[in-house]
């Protein structure tokens, strides 16, 4: 029996003889768990670990394969909360696996009959692999969990919206409580245009200062303003312009969205939705809102964002610049959370639409800072931080989708339409005129043959 099984009945006597059987088994442990115990141990156990095993490694190989032709299937799937639950338990169970097996295996190997020089070794070796393994598997189900969090706690478990004219048009909204102010205040508003098959993408950047302000046909805020938010002077607010409109709904009108937080949205946000809608003439499906209040711990997560600073700007200080703490100088600069969000915040000597073009410079160096390194490494605190900072009624199940369609967007060259003087009089906008030009940029006439 020893010669027809030397494994499983090894010549115990023989020092040498144990310590190769020692090291084939936990090598084998590592490439096919499962295998020691079939071959030296229990045979059922063992078969459970090579099933396993082989289901494991059919999954791997299937959402490879299935990556390479569809990714958006698999992103799409890997962003679903029921998809993450499953892939937490899954790996959990693994984990737990891998230690049952690997401490087995070193039952198996009998280590007091091994060479004494080699005893320490082949535990070593199988303790290593043992805390590896089993620890990765224990990570990603943390990271399963921690991704299942944030993606229910950002993005909405609404229906999808189909393209409107073949479009899918996005408020994108810079949220600032800032020092001194009275809640929260949308700043940055801008409108991203994405064509739904192509991702070519138009960006419409929208000044705060436009009065008065029209809203979509049908909004609660026409009926209230029929001439248009600010016309003659008239809202509930101490500055009539188009920000404020989130501002006075809050305070004083959310009673006319009572279903916003079912959508995963704020009275204030819709009422934004229907003034921009008014603005450019575009149906706006789905709104993204990013808090600069919580803005310094995105940037820090993500380990700082490089800006090519054009001018030089104070940290800190009011409007007459007194109390500036610091500055950022012009050049190349790798900022922290802390400067990135006075990169962002800073009015001072410059004006609000010099501000409104840093902000979405910013918003841009951020999107390029989300590449696989960098989220594998810092995925916790990015989702922590994401939770914080971001907020949209974009529904979770549309996730791979826009997935694959920002791949496409980023391939392509972004247009940016700015409704800012000398072309646009926020003081007295032309709205026939700001329709036009929207149009003309999404859809831009064909050239001929």
Not at 114 to 137: D, K, M, Q
Not at 272 to 290: C, E, F, P, S, W
Not at 416 to 437: F, K, R
Request: proline fraction near 6%.
């Amino acid at each position: 029996m020893t010669i027809a099984n030397p494994i499983r009945y090894p010549n115990t006597g023989s020092r040498d003889v144990m310590t190769r059987r020692g090291w084939w088994l936990v090598v084998l442990n590592l490439l096919i768990p499962g295998s020691a115990q079939v071959l030296a141990g229990n045979r059922r156990l063992g078969r459970f670990g090579l099933v396993t095993t082989l289901i494991l490694w059919l999954a791997v190989i299937t959402i490879v394969v299935v990556y390479l032709i569809k990714p958006t299937a698999v992103v799409g799937f890997f962003t679903q909360t029921l998809a993450l639950s499953v892939l937490q338990v899954v790996l959990v169970l693994y984990a737990l696996l891998w230690i049952v097996l690997t401490l087995d295996t070193l039952r198996l190997v009998r280590l007091v009959k091994a060479r004494p020089s080699a005893r320490a070794g082949i535990a070593a070796f199988a303790v290593v692999l043992l805390v590896a393994v089993s620890g990765t598997a224990a990570y990603g189900a943390v990271l399963a969990g921690s991704a299942r969090g944030a993606l229910s706690g950002i993005f909405s478990a609404a229906a999808s919206e189909p393209p409107v004219d073949g479009r899918y048009n996005i408020m994108l909204l810079g949220g600032d409580a800032g020092p001194g102010r009275e809640g929260m205040r949308p700043d940055s508003m801008s409108v991203l245009s994405i064509d739904a098959n192509t991702g070519k993408a138009v960006s419409i950047g929208v000044p705060r200062d436009l009065d008065p302000v029209p809203f979509s046909d049908g909004s609660p805020m026409q009926k209230l303003y029929p001439n248009g938010y600010g016309y003659n002077d008239t809202c509930d607010v101490d500055v009539c312009q188009l920000n404020s409109i989130y501002t006075e709904v809050e305070l004083y009108k959310s009673k006319l969205y009572p279903d916003a937080t079912k959508q995963n949205s704020e009275p204030g946000i819709e009422a934004m939705r229907d003034a921009l809608q008014g603005v450019t003439g575009l149906k706006i499906q789905y709104y993204v809102l990013i808090d600069m209040d919580g803005f310094q711990q995105l940037v820090d997560a993500l380990g700082g964002v490089t800006i090519d600073v054009k001018e030089k700007l104070p940290i800190g200080g009011d409007a007459q610049g007194n109390g500036v703490t610091g500055w950022i100088y012009p050049g190349v600069q790798h900022m922290n959370g802390y400067t990135a969000q006075w990169y962002a915040r800073s009015r001072e000597s410059t004006s609000d639409y010099d501000r409104m073009a840093r902000q979405r410079e910013l918003e841009d160096a951020i999107l390029k800072q989300f590449t696989p390194v960098t989220v594998a490494t810092k995925f916790q605190d990015i989702a922590k931080a994401g939770q914080q900072v971001v907020k949209t009624d974009i529904p979770q199940s549309m996730l791979g989708y826009f997935a694959d369609l920002g791949m496409k967007t980023r391939k392509l060259p972004v247009q940016n339409l700015e409704l800012v003087p000398p072309t646009v009089d926020p003081a007295d906008p032309d709205y026939g005129q700001i329709h036009s030009m929207v149009q003309k940029a999404v859809r831009p006439p064909k050239a001929s043959s």
